[in-house]
């Protein structure tokens, strides 16, 4: 129970920084789908950012760790909404911004891993 309730209090902020960022963000890009690619290349980076942190300094607490990684990283990152968006755009005809957006979104998440892991380590 106590670690359920961990979770959740990462997620609540999680999630709201998504809503924010999201709606922020979506006037200066008019397509929706680019507003989840910023929000999980974000939380690809601080979970690298985390993992090596963890890798240079220890194991970080067991319920930190909790808190922040499944908390608060699985709630600003949306695979769900991604795929969601991926294939609205594919079946509304908009293949190329469709495979665009799944590279994209492959490479720079990558990417966003690396560099958390160069600048934590």
Do not use: K, Y
């Not at 809503?19 to 929706?32: A, E, G």
């Not at 979970?47 to 319920?63: K, Q, V």
């Amino acid at each position: 129970m106590r670690d359920a309730l961990l979770v959740a209090l990462g997620a609540v902020p999680g999630a709201w920084l998504r809503f924010r960022l999201v709606n922020h963000f979506q006037p200066l890009v008019p397509r929706r789908h680019w507003g989840t690619f910023g929000v999980n290349v974000v939380a690809c980076f601080v979970l690298g950012l985390l993992s090596a942190l963890e890798a240079r300094c220890g194991p970080a607490a067991p319920r930190l760790a909790l808190l922040l990684t499944v908390g608060f990283l699985g709630s600003l990152s949306t695979f769900s909404s991604f795929c969601v968006e991926l294939l609205q755009a594919l079946q509304s005809g908009q293949e190329q911004q469709g495979w665009l957006l799944a590279a994209a979104s492959l490479l720079a998440g990558l990417a966003a891993v690396g560099l958390g892991l160069v600048i934590g380590g």
